[in-house]
T-cell receptor, first 115, second 113 residues
Framework: AQSVTQLDSHVSVSEGTPVLLRCNYS??????LFWYVQHPNKGLQLLLK??????LVKGINGFEAEFKKSETSFHLTKPSAHMSDAAEYFC?????????????FGAGTRLAVHP | ETGVTQTPRHLVMGMTNKKSLKCEQH?????MYWYKQSAKKPLELMFV???????ENNSVPSRFSPECPNSSHLFLHLHTLQPEDSALYLC????????????FGNGTRLTVT
C-alpha cells in the first residue's frame, strides 16, 4: 500500500538558515510526489511536483526537493529561510486507483521561522 | 484572489441544523473535490466529481451530501452533524483527474455545537 511519512511534526529555524523538511514514502510503483504549503487560514498551494523526470525538482519561493529512490525519500529544502516561509508543509504521494489519481497526504510539518 | 472560492469562511451550527457549504472555481477545470482537514490528522478525501459525475465517495457518512450542478460549482449539504465533524473543509479543483495538480480554496471552518 502507498503511504507517506513526514518525519518531523515541527521544525524551527532562524531566518537566513537552511530549511530541511523530511518525507519518506512507500509505494509499489514509481510514484508521483508533491509538496504543498498551507499558510494560516488559507488553502493548500502546490510548491513542487516530481513525476519521474529529473530527480531534483525546483519549486516556487526557492524550495526544491530531491527524489531518492534508494532511500524512498523526497525531502524538501531551501537554502535560506524567510519569515514568510512559516507555514505547514505537506508531502503527498499520488496513486492510481479506480481510474483516477488519489492523493495521500502526510500528517504535515509545521515550520517556524525566528528572527 | 484564489481561483477557488469557498463560502462561508466560518460556520457554527447545531447538531439539528441543516446548512450548505459552497465552492466555486474560476479556473475552467472539470474536476472538483471535497477534503476534510481535522486537527492532528492527515487530509481526508471525501468526494471527487469529474465532469459533474461523482467518481469517488470515500466512505463518507450520509449526513454529508455533495452536489455538483455544473463544472464550476460544488456544494456540500450538511444535516444532523456530530461534534466530531468540526473541521476545516477544503474544496479543490483540477483539469482532469489523471494527474494535474489540485488548486485549493481557503476552506470553511465548521464548528458543530
Amino acid at each position: 500500500a502507498q503511504s507517506v511519512t513526514q518525519l518531523d511534526s515541527h521544525v524551527s529555524v532562524s531566518e537566513g538558515t537552511p530549511v530541511l523538511l523530511r518525507c519518506n514514502y512507500s509505494s509499489s510503483y514509481s510514484p508521483s510526489l508533491f509538496w504543498y504549503v498551507q499558510h494560516p487560514n488559507k488553502g493548500l498551494q502546490l510548491l513542487l511536483k516530481y513525476t519521474s523526470a529529473a530527480t531534483l525538482v525546483k519549486g516556487i519561493n526557492g524550495f526544491e526537493a530531491e527524489f531518492k529512490k534508494s532511500e524512498t525519500s523526497f525531502h524538501l529544502t531551501k537554502p535560506s529561510a524567510h519569515m514568510s516561509d512559516a507555514a505547514e508543509y505537506f508531502c503527498v504521494v499520488r496513486l492510481s486507483v479506480s481510474g483516477y489519481n488519489k492523493l495521500i497526504f502526510g500528517a504535515g510539518t509545521r515550520l517556524a521561522v525566528h528572527p | 484572489e484564489t481561483g477557488v472560492t469557498q463560502t462561508p469562511r466560518h460556520l457554527v451550527m447545531g447538531m439539528t441544523n441543516k446548512k450548505s457549504l459552497k465552492c466555486e472555481q474560476h479556473l475552467g477545470h472539470n474536476a472538483m473535490y471535497w477534503y476534510k482537514q481535522s486537527a492532528k490528522k492527515p487530509l481526508e478525501l471525501m468526494f471527487v466529481y469529474s465532469l459533474e459525475e461523482r467518481v469517488e465517495n470515500n466512505s463518507v457518512p450520509s449526513r454529508f451530501s455533495p452536489e455538483c450542478p455544473n463544472s464550476s460549482h460544488l456544494f456540500l449539504h450538511l444535516h444532523t452533524l456530530q461534534p466530531e465533524d468540526s473541521a476545516l473543509y477544503l474544496c479543490a479543483s483540477s483539469q482532469g483527474i489523471q494527474g494535474s495538480p489540485l488548486h485549493f480554496g481557503n476552506g470553511t471552518r465548521l464548528t458543530v455545537t
